[in-house]
Structures are given as structure tokens and as C-alpha cells.
């Protein structure tokens, strides 16, 4: 039977996806639209279903109830379409030690069945796109990690995928081997490939996602730009740093902090509190400190990051609504207090 393939605006529009194991629910009504050409970054805690989902995309694992279309096959009436459709590279690079990166390339045509001489030119081409021609005769035992991630993106790019999945790409590499793998994927998302990419590296999202999902619990909580996601916290994050334990609770009672426990390890105690960035509302969350009694804290500002949205959905988690004095994602008086010990422990 022949299957009708939909050219729409999205490579991927998912419907209420939904996926249990062991009676307990992993995915929990997941709905998603990604443009065609665009980065998109999922985000979540461990545990969150990110692999669930992207499993699922890929036509690994089945879901339990929902529908999906990627590049206009459906998911589960076309699962054949779905995989000629896309491509996936996983957190450690699939390449052979032993072979050289040109013959790596040149394996994985074969196994596509590419015809010999269209194999060679399109190796010879993408071992220029991905900045490899001179290390292609070198066995890949002696390439650095940011080379091998990149062969392993040549070799996902053999036959030029409508949707890339990359988790973790960047894991285990040095900063400037990240940096030179961000331009690759930029350079992807320029030639008209949707990129989902789950990544721990909240910088790595900010820096490539046209749009980013948080997950958590099975749920999408929010989603949006990352400049969309960072304004909703407010225009600056003030920092507080409390050299005392009691102080320090004082402050996080007052200010209605949704994390408990935020300690350093540098002996000092830190609160970050989301505001509008006006010398009125600093002076008015200076003044409610100091009606608490507690010791005058060292304050120093930022602007949000994608760290302090992360955290601020993460930690008020397990709060009910009243924690909040609203719903679990509203920010309380002077917006939400993170946890930067705890961020980094997320990562």
C-alpha cells in the first residue's frame, strides 16, 4: 500500500504522546511542532523522558497512544518513511578505530548503497564540509574527540536526512572542540536540516536552538526562544550571598525561595531572585531582607540564563501551588530563588 507523503511547514508535528513502563508514566501528553530548518533543543532533568521521546520519533519504541508525522510519513503507518527520513547520532561517535576516516565515510556508503563513484564524491565532499580532508588517510585511533564527533556527523550525512537527532553531541569534549562543533551543526541548520538535539549544556541550547522544550515529568512546561524563556524570569537575577546559615533561611522565607538547600562550596550560602531590574524593586527586596533581621548579604546582578529558567522549573517541582503563592511556575513576590550548587549537579 502506498503512503500519501504531506509536504508541510514542520518536519515534526507530535499529538498527546503518551508511553508507561511498569505502569508508570514516562511520557504524559506530548505535544510538539518543529519547523522545517530549525534547531530545536530538549531540555529536562534525568528522567524527564527525553530518551523516551526521541526513541520514539525515531521509531525505536512505540508509544502507548498519540500520533505523529515526521517529514510527512506517519510514525506508525509509515514507520519505513519515517526511517529514510532521518538520522540519528547518539552521545559517543560510532566511527571504526582501525579505518581511516575516509574509508569510515566510504564503509557507510556501501552499507546505503550508494553507487561507487557517487560514494566517492560525496565523501570527498563532506570529508571538506567537516573540515576532515587532511586527516582523511589517518587512522581515526589518532583523531581528538571534536574530529571523531565530527566524522560521526559526516557519517550521519551520507544521504542528507530531513530530521538529525543528536544527543549530547558535545559530551566529553574540550571547549574549543564544542565551539567547532556548534559551527558544524550551525552550518547544518543553514542547509535546511531540523535538528532535534537533547544536549546537558544549557550554553550549548542558548547557542544553537531556535526554540526550546523543558521536560519534565513527561510534560512539555515550557517552551519558546531562548530569549523568550530567559525574559520570563525578569530582566535581572540578583545574587545574594549569605556567609551565615541562619541568615540565609531567613532570606529564603522571606523571599519565598523554591529551593532548599542551595550551599556552595566555597562556605557560603547563595540565593538568586528573579526581578524586573528596577532600583525600586532592588531597594524594596533589600528592605524585606532587612526587616528579617538577617545580616547584610553581598549582592551582585545578572541576566537570566537558561541555567536559571532550568532551575527555576526544576526545583518546584515536587511544590504544590501554595509554595509559590500561585501555580508551580509562577515566580512569588520577587520571582523564583535557584540554586546554583544544584544547577551544575543538573548539568
Not at 540519528?88 to 566511527?95: D, I, K, M, P, R
Not at 566510504?106 to 570529508?127: C, S
Not at 573540515?131 to 583523531?143: E, I, S
Not at 519558546?224 to 524570569?233: D, I
Amino acid at each position: 500500500m502506498a503512503h500519501t507523503v504531506l509536504r508541510m511547514p514542520y518536519t515534526v508535528i507530535a499529538e498527546d504522546l503518551r508511553k508507561a513502563f511498569g505502569g508508570r508514566p514516562v511520557l504524559d501528553g506530548v505535544d510538539l511542532a518543529i519547523e522545517r530548518g530549525s534547531v530545536f533543543a530538549l531540555l529536562g532533568p534525568n528522567g524527564a523522558g527525553k530518551t523516551t521521546l526521541v526513541k520514539i520519533l525515531a521509531t525505536l519504541t512505540r508509544p502507548d497512544a498519540g500520533r505523529a508525522t515526521i517529514a510527512g510519513h506517519d510514525l506508525l503507518e509509515d514507520p519505513d518513511g519515517v526511517k529514510r527520513a532521518i538520522s540519528l547520532t547518539g552521545q559517543y561517535a560510532a566511527v571504526d578505530d582501525v579505518l581511516t576516516g575516509r574509508e569510515n565515510l566510504e564503509m557507510m556508503a556501501g552499507l546505503l548503497h550508494l553507487p561507487r563513484r557517487t560514494a566517492r564524491a560525496r565523501v570527498t565532499e563532506l570529508l571538506a564540509e567537516f573540515d576532515l580532508t587532511d586527516a582523511q588517510h589517518r587512522r581515526v585511533k589518532t583523531y581528538s574527540g571534536g574530529m571523531r564527533r565530527r566524522l560521526d556527523l559526516a557519517a550521519s550525512m551520507i544521504e542528507s536526512p530531513e530530521l538529525l537527532f543528536l544527543d549530547e553531541p558535545t559530551t566529553g569534549l574540550d571547549p574549543r572542540s564544542r565551539e567547532q562543533l556548534w559551527g558544524t551543526v550551525r552550518h547544518l541548520g543553514e542547509q535546511g536540516v531540523t535538528i532535534l538535539l537533547t544536549t546537558q549544556y544549557l550554553e550549548e541550547a542558548d547557542q544553537l536552538a531556535d526554540t526550546v522544550a523543558m521536560l519534565r515529568d513527561g510534560r512539555i512546561v515550557a517552551q519558546g526562544t531562548p530569549e523568550e524563556l530567559k525574559a520570563s524570569l525578569g530582566t535581572e537575577i540578583v545574587r545574594l550571598r549569605f556567609a551565615e546559615p541562619g541568615d540565609y533561611r531567613a532570606a529564603r522565607g522571606a523571599l519565598r525561595a523554591l529551593d532548599a538547600d542551595a550551599e556552595t562550596g566555597d562556605d557560603e550560602l547563595i540565593l538568586d531572585v528573579a526581578t524586573d531590574g528596577t532600583a525600586a524593586c532592588l531597594r524594596e527586596l533589600l528592605e524585606t531582607l532587612a526587616a528579617t533581621g538577617a545580616a547584610t548579604p553581598r549582592v551582585s546582578t545578572h541576566r537570566p540564563s537558561l541555567d536559571d529558567v532550568f532551575m527555576s522549573l526544576t526545583a518546584s517541582a515536587n511544590l504544590p501551588p501554595s509554595a509559590t503563592g500561585g501555580s508551580a511556575h509562577s515566580p512569588g513576590r520577587f520571582g523564583r530563588v535557584a540554586n546554583p550548587a544544584r544547577m551544575e549537579n543538573a548539568r
